[in-house]
């Protein structure tokens, strides 16, 4: 039997680590900077679709030079990131601090079908943005810090309903659907909306155990 992994660490997610600062206090001109290139880009990205969006684009509606874009954040995916990690800080927070079943109280068998709820939902809000970022930054996905926090969740829940299990390999094998690319797929391309895909990983947490 494999040990249960610990709970998520409730810190804020990490980003990649092209997108990590030296620990020391951002200059006010590179917050400014910062907070410029992140909301052309969101607004550009909403408004053109990410994959119509170049970075020359962005430093032209951020009113930065190139190489400020380029140094600060690496590539498009990078931008990408930076924009996700907003999102799934409070994403986490509601995981891990938030009202049940999403948040703690609730069953393990409940929290996972909340969880994979939630997850459809970020995705059908932020699907394009997603895809790009895992598409330009490959492995991005699983180097970057909200995939380890989604997998120690996951298997934390699946050691409770199956304490027996591999939970590490199930707890990756339950997460696959909510890749970007393969969730795509899943709504644009094989005709399994999150209407179909819900009940199905509800048939799967049912399938961990007693109690699910």
Known sequence: MLAAVPMADPRPLLELTV???????????????????????????????????????????????????YRRFGDRGG????????????????????????????PAADRL??????????LDRHLDLIVDFETVSAGGRYRAGFYGVYHRHVAVLVAELAPEADTE???????????????????RGAGVPRARLLPAMDHLVRGLGPGS
């Open 19 to 69: 997108l990590q600062g030296s620990g020391r206090a951002e200059r006010s001109d590179a917050a400014r900077n910062r907070e410029r290139i992140l909301r052309a880009a969101e607004e550009l990205f909403a408004t053109r679709g990410v994959a119509n969006t170049s970075m020359d684009d962005i430093a032209s509606c951020a009113k930065v030079g190139k190489g400020t874009l």
């Open 113 to 122: 079908r909340a969880f994979f709820a939630a997850l459809c939902d970020l």
């Open 169 to 187: 390999a199930l707890a990756h094998l339950l997460l696959a659907p909510f890749s970007g690319d393969l969730y795509l797929h899943l709504q």
């Open 79 to 106: 931008l990408a990131l930076a924009l996700l990690n907003e999102r799934e800080a409070a994403f986490q927070d509601e995981v891990l601090r938030g009202p049940p079943p999403l948040g703690p109280g609730a």
